[in-house]
């Protein structure tokens, strides 16, 4: 039997639970269970944090996953990534105070920046040859400017909308992101087996919905 895990509640899971389902897999869904079986394929679904689904795949807790792209990157196991799933497309951007000045990422060069993403923020700099201040912070990293926590913030941006309520401006996209499907990498012959039925199931829902 695989194990897959998804979200438990946030912007990846009623998308993650809708392909499951579009793939002709049936399961009960409780919110408030951790794991569920599915009744018509050999696959357990278990329910966490999605910043805990790389560590657990890599471990092997869990067989599969289903995450950002973004948070598989900074949890530092890209290489678990085995295809994308073109959903939850977002971006990780650089912003600054509205009235701030800004020409390149070199006027970043000394400058505090909060972010929730420090090592894909750490590398994108480095690439740059830009030595700045990263202050990791897990939440609300859109108000770091202005309670005087940071010059700049590096975060998740879809609309943009909340960067223009705490009068931000997005100035450089560091990331591009979707759903990706993640696997363990010492698979059993039998779960890749399934794995394989599982994205053949996937790819043609995909193909359909286009
Ligand atoms: P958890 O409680 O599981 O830790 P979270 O608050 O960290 O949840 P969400 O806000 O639910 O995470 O976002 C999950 C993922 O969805 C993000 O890591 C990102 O890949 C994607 N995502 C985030 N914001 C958007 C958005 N506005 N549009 C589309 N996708 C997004
Ligand atoms: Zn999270």
């Avoid at 809708?18 to 329910?47: D, M, Q, V, W």
């Avoid at 480095?126 to 897990?138: D, F, M, P, W």
């Avoid at 087996?193 to 359909?208: K, P």
């Amino acid at each position: 039997m695989l194990r897959l895990a998804i979200q438990k509640s946030g912007r990846l899971s009623e998308d993650s639970l809708n392909l499951i389902r579009e793939c002709g897999i049936s399961f009960l869904s409780a919110s408030y269970k951790l794991k569920t079986e599915a009744t018509n394929f050999p696959l357990e679904i278990l329910y966490l944090r999605d910043d805990d689904i790389p560590g657990y795949v890599q471990d092997g807790v869990a067989d599969l996953g289903i995450v950002g792209q973004n948070v598989l990157v900074e949890s530092g196991f890209p290489a678990l990534e085995v295809e994308g799933l073109g959903f939850s497309k977002c971006r990780l951007s650089l912003a600054v105070p509205r009235a701030a000045a800004y020409d390149s990422v070199q006027d970043l060069q000394g400058v505090n920046i909060a972010t929730s993403y420090p090592r894909i923020l750490g590398d994108y700099l480095a690439e740059r040859g830009v030595k700045a201040n990263l202050h990791t912070i897990s939440g609300s990293v859109e108000i770091a400017p202005s309670i005087g926590l940071a010059e700049a913030i590096c975060d998740i941006v879809s609309s943009g909308s909340t960067l223009l309520g705490n009068g931000l401006r997005e100035v450089e996209t560091v990331f591009r992101s979707e759903a990706v499907l993640i696997a363990n990498q010492n698979l059993s012959a039998e779960k890749k087996e399934l794995l394989e039925q599982l994205q053949f199931r996937m790819q043609a829902v995909r193909r359909a919905r286009r």
